[in-house]
């Protein structure tokens, strides 16, 4: 082609199949909240000057999710890193009804990482919290995290290999839960101590991306949420999104890791609310614009402490978790959020609003003045 030459744009009008069509109806676009960052966005109808907002949570027939083609020649499955990315989608004057077109944010993907997740709940006095979180970093780092994490798990236990046991902090911290264990029997809580100054150093040290969202379901609380269903799908999605956004910022694609719920001898798992719930939030306007036409694979559930990052994360967890339960009581706070540096927070105000905040240390206050 030579260089003068621009390429052609072909306009594809799909008709789902049956299946297709059957699996469009049963998913929903899980969002409630639009980032500040897209809020100001506004269109100017060209046809009667109408200034409207995108309509940022609508279903579209088609996931902004770029395409892999299907065959490299005929017959031949394609393997190859090329996608088709979506560059446009058309918005609807609410006024004179004329469509328009709206440029969809593409950014290079230069890099990729990980992240890992996992899950913390705490009651008291008919409260409830739900704490989920995420931490990561980019590949390049994984195996040299992965050798620090395993080296204090040697000197904590040295009479098991570190990957002969896993760090799960709820079981580690009760007395008698770790006297019952068969990895911690031997442990004192003066050495749980000692281990958890070490893993806070750590994650500090490491500058890893830290996100975690708290949740509370008691009725009439600020989330607005007293499902615990929904309560975990509203974690669940708030936290991949906010991922999503901040990596493909970077030019990076994040590929994501959760502790699963099921238990099995698979390596993967296929959690249907979190599929649903992904799969549902692809077909808005919304995720093409966090996403930035980098292709965002499917976060995957796998056995509880897979990766040492999981560990991790369930440190994270527990530590948040921990903090709420001390806050509730009016007691010490033996575990301080601060200590593991910068993280990203979400959580709901007294007015019921989303905030979004990086900082160190836990946003208590701002949280629940």
């Given at each position: 082609m030579s260089a003068d030459r621009?390429?052609?744009?072909?306009?594809?009008?799909?008709?789902?199949?049956?299946?297709?069509?059957?699996?469009?109806d049963r998913l929903s676009v899980p969002f409630r909240h639009l980032p500040e960052s897209l809020a100001s966005i506004k269109m100017t109808c060209p046809s009667c000057q109408t200034v409207f907002s995108p309509d940022w949570f609508k279903k579209h027939e088609s996931s902004m999710n770029p395409v892999k083609p299907k065959f490299k020649t005929k017959g031949v499955p394609y393997d190859g890193p090329k996608r088709w990315i979506l560059q446009s989608v058309t918005q609807v004057c609410p006024m004179c009804k004329s469509h328009i077109p709206l440029p969809l944010p593409t950014n290079k993907m230069r890099t990729r990482g990980a992240l890992f997740g996992d899950d913390a709940e705490r009651e008291h006095e008919g409260r409830k919290v739900s704490v989920y979180s995420l931490v990561g970093a980019d590949q390049s780092l994984l195996l040299d995290l992965e050798m620090k994490v395993r080296v204090l798990k040697q000197k904590l236990i040295p009479a098991i290999p570190p990957d002969g046991w896993k760090v799960h902090m709820k079981d580690m911290w009760a007395g008698t839960s770790r006297a019952k264990h068969p990895a911690y029997q031997d442990l004192s809580i003066k050495d749980v101590f000692g281990f958890v100054d070490q893993m806070l150093a750590l994650i500090k040290g490491s500058n890893l991306f830290i996100y975690n969202i708290a949740l509370t379901n008691d009725q009439g609380g600020p989330s607005g949420i007293s499902s615990p269903d929904e309560l975990r799908k509203e974690a669940y999605i708030m936290l991949v999104l906010n991922v999503i956004d901040e990596w493909t910022g970077k030019n990076a694609q994040p590929r994501i890791f959760f502790d699963s719920e099921k238990?099995?001898?698979?390596?993967?798992?296929?959690?249907?609310?979190?599929?649903?719930?992904?799969?549902?939030?692809?077909?808005?306007?919304?995720?093409?614009?966090?996403?930035?036409?980098?292709?965002?694979?499917?976060?995957?559930?796998?056995?509880?402490?897979?990766?040492?990052?999981?560990?991790?994360?369930?440190?994270?967890?527990?530590t948040i978790a921990r903090f709420y339960d001390r806050m509730w009581k009016g007691k010490e706070i033996e575990i301080d959020p601060r200590l593991m540096g910068l993280a990203t927070y979400l959580g709901y105000d007294s007015n019921g609003d989303l905030l979004w905040r990086r900082q160190e240390g836990y946003p208590w206050e701002q949280y629940y003045h």
């Open positions: 621009k390429p052609k744009m072909f306009i594809v009008h799909h008709k789902p199949t049956r299946r297709q069509r059957a699996e469009l238990r099995s001898s698979a390596n993967n798992f296929i959690h249907g609310w979190a599929r649903d719930t992904f799969r549902g939030s692809q077909h808005s306007l919304l995720y093409g614009f966090l996403s930035k036409g980098i292709e965002i694979p499917e976060p995957t559930f796998v056995p509880p402490a897979l990766f040492p990052g999981l560990e991790i994360a369930d440190f994270v967890s527990f």
